[in-house]
């Protein structure tokens, strides 16, 4: 569903990403690793149509030229980010946010739209996903959370927009063990057949509770590394030192299925 | 740009030629106080940008424009329709001015307790006129000459007084809708709220008239609250985007009093609302809050001064602009802390966001304390809108324009919040909204 081929992005001429590929099917959870700098970042945010980047390259999702959409097109095309760092919007209330952008999509979609009350309905039993009560829905987006509850509410969105290509980028950092768990317990209840998930994760501890299919390692900008799970594992023992693009290998890494 | 001159003898453009239509029922008290008004004005002529309160509000375009007085009986255009459309009827006591002149026809004065006197400023002129002589000869011509030209051309307005004691449960609504019927007119509405001690009221004054009329608002509410009086204000400025307004709110505390002021402002080409407080008795406390959101060619200007003069007084100020287009916002607030009002609290803000690179904004909070035991806070913001949240919106699906909106509503939102009088509230925020094309039903719950 996903095709990234030779994705360059550049920021006031600096060039972070230097030739991506990767695909990725529906139902695939691919983890994309790395170490500070390496890029996973801003491939989250190309993906996603956050400016300021120079972008070349092709990027093919269902096959329609993804850098081509706006960002709320793309959301409408099904893409979704769990930013790293979630925003706080005083003034909006969660509730409100949440509803109006399940209404945008289902617009877009030339669906209905839900009515407060039915978005009542479907927010509460979505909420459970994430061990969320109803209070967080009442407060301003964001606004005065913890940084495990911004990433439950993260998630919380993901289970009501249901993407068709979820990207979760950095949602460990910050969260201690019980947090991790109720995140990981969310994510994993989301996984189905109709989905791909894209993991972009600095620690392999996330991976002990979402088990990717497939594993990338990053650095420099490309992708050098590509595995399964016990690639993480790897890593963990060895660590990022040594990994280093080399042209031939990147041309032919990438998850192929 | 040089000023317009102006005749030296007029010293204002041609609004000075204006004469006032007196046929002589002036008492001699208020002939004479009009008199010296008028004088005044002549002497000092109209503000220019030179005056250091003036500073950011050219007055030019007003000056240029051949007012007429209004006279009571025009606006043959006003319906009841329009009237409700401009201003939300709140069921309590409400009385409506056309042109400045109080219309029975559109008003209700029922619903009032006994101690409670709510009626017109010509009827108190024409029955029992000493009263009201302390608030003529109390000129604000000493701030300005606008306040001065409202003592030369005030006729009507608003009267009321709560006797000790006096709680009136039902806001008291006050309507000024302007309809020029094609000539441009200037009224001068004048109100006048005396609350005795321990009385209570809640007051709404709405501003508003007929799109593309020109018109001049020269408005004057004078507020006096005694020991433990509470007066809680709204204004709502909403007159047409072809029109002026310049109005002075002028408030004076006793002890323990309290009165808060909250203002909305949309309308008008250019409208300043001046605000000034005396905290003559210790222990009182005043809140003004303000959103001022101008956007086309208009010109929003929020003066305020607080006067610290007693012990142990309390003053808050929160005023949000949302600058959009060419519009042009000023925030321009002091606080004054005299000599011995100890145990002063004072804290002012002013937060403004700016959506276009052609919008301006000019603020200026001041403060000047001449003792030592105060707590004093103020600070201003001037801000874009947040692409990281813009972003976060538009990536939930949310379209680029209503992501704004969204944003923008966000930012006055509080603001709105703070009316906690429905249906009041449930209007400003559909007209606000309105204004930045989001949904009105943002629903919090």
Redesign the interface.
């Known amino acids: 569903m996903l095709h990234i081929k030779e994705l360059h992005a550049s920021i006031d001429s600096k060039e972070i990403l230097r030739g991506v590929n990767l695909d990725l099917n529906l139902g695939e959870v691919h983890a994309i690793m790395g170490p500070n700098g390496s890029g996973k970042s801003t491939l989250a945010s190309v993906l996603i149509g956050r400016d300021g980047y120079d972008v070349s390259g092709s990027v093919t999702y269902e096959g329609q030229d993804l850098l081509a959409l706006s960002p709320e097109e793309r959301a409408a095309a099904g893409v979704f980010l769990a930013f790293q760092h979630p925003v706080e919007i005083p003034g909006v209330g969660n509730m409100y946010f949440m509803r109006t952008a399940l209404n945008s999509l289902r617009r877009e979609r030339g669906e209905e739209e839900l009515d407060a009350v039915d978005f009542l309905a479907l927010a509460q039993e979505r909420m459970k996903l994430v061990e969320m009560d109803q209070t967080f829905m009442s407060r301003s987006v964001n606004e005065g959370f913890s940084g495990g509850e911004k990433k439950r509410n993260e998630i919380l969105q993901m289970a009501i927009l249901e993407p068709k290509l979820a990207i979760l980028d950095e949602t460990d950092s910050g969260l201690d063990i019980d947090a991790l768990r109720v995140v990981a317990n969310g994510v994993n209840a989301l996984r189905n057949e109709g989905r791909a998930m894209l993991i972009i994760t600095h620690h392999q501890r996330l991976l002990d509770y979402i088990v990717p299919d497939f594993v990338h390692v990053m650095a420099e900008g490309q992708i050098v590394r590509s595995g399964d799970k016990d690639l993480a594992l790897e890593l963990e023992k060895n660590g990022y030192t040594g990994l280093k693009p080399s042209s031939e290998r990147s041309a032919q890494v990438g998850a192929t299925v | 740009m040089t000023a317009v001159k102006v005749p030296v003898l007029a010293a204002g453009g041609v609004l000075a030629d204006l004469n006032p239509r007196r046929d002589g029922r002036d008492l001699g008290w208020l002939a004479e106080a009009r008199l010296t008004a008028l004088e005044w004005v002549g002497k000092h002529g109209f503000p220019t940008r030179k005056d250091e309160d003036w500073k950011y509000t050219g007055l030019d375009p007003i000056l240029a424009v051949p007012f007429e007085a209004a006279i009571a009986g025009s606006g043959a255009r006003v319906t009841a329709d329009l009237i409700n459309t401009a201003s939300v009827d709140l069921g309590g006591p409400r009385l409506v001015f056309v042109n400045g002149h109080f219309s029975a026809e559109f008003s209700r004065l029922t619903g009032l307790p006994a101690g409670a006197v709510v009626t017109t400023l010509a009827s108190v002129l024409a029955a029992s006129p000493d009263r009201l002589e302390p608030f003529f000869s109390h000129t604000p011509g000493e701030h300005h000459a606008f306040a001065a030209f409202n003592d030369v051309f005030a006729e009507d307005g608003a009267f009321i007084h709560l006797a000790s004691g006096t709680t009136v449960d039902e806001p008291i609504q006050l309507v000024f809708f302007t309809d020029t019927e094609g000539v441009p007119l200037m009224s001068s509405p004048r109100s006048v709220m005396i609350a005795d001690s321990d009385s209570r009221a809640t007051i709404v004054e709405t501003y508003a008239g007929i799109n593309n009329d020109v018109y001049f608002t020269n408005a004057v509410t004078e507020v006096v609250l005694a020991d433990s009086a509470q007066i809680d204000h709204f204004k709502i400025q909403n007159e047409a985007v072809t029109a002026f307004h310049l109005a002075l709110l002028d408030v004076r505390q006793a002890r323990n009093s309290r009165f808060s002021s909250r203002s909305v402002m949309l309308g008008s080409s250019i409208a300043r609302h001046e605000v000034r407080v005396l905290l003559d008795g210790v222990e009182a406390e005043v809140s003004l809050d303000g959103i001022y959101l101008p956007q086309g060619e208009q010109l929003h200007d929020n003066t305020i001064f607080i006067d610290h003069a007693a012990t142990n007084c309390t003053s808050h100020q929160l005023y949000k602009g949302v600058l959009d287009g060419r519009g042009h916002g000023v925030f321009n607030g002091q606080i004054m802390v005299r000599h011995g009002a100890d145990g002063t609290d004072a804290n002012q803000k002013n937060k403004n966001l700016i959506l276009s690179d052609r919008a301006q904004v000019d603020t200026r909070p001041r403060l000047e304390i001449y003792t030592d035991d105060v707590k004093c806070t103020h600070g201003a913001a001037v801000g874009q809108m ?4 813009l ?10 324009e ?2 704004r909106g ?2 923008v ?3 006055v ?2 603001m709105v919040d703070r009316i906690e009088l429905e249906p009041l509230r449930a209007s400003l925020e559909t007209l606000v909204s309105t204004r930045f094309g989001t ?1 009105a039903h ?4």
């Open positions: 947040d692409d990281e949240a972003l976060y919106l538009r990536t939930r699906g949310i379209p680029l209503e992501a969204l944003l509503y966000a930012f939102q509080e949904d943002r629903a919090q719950q």
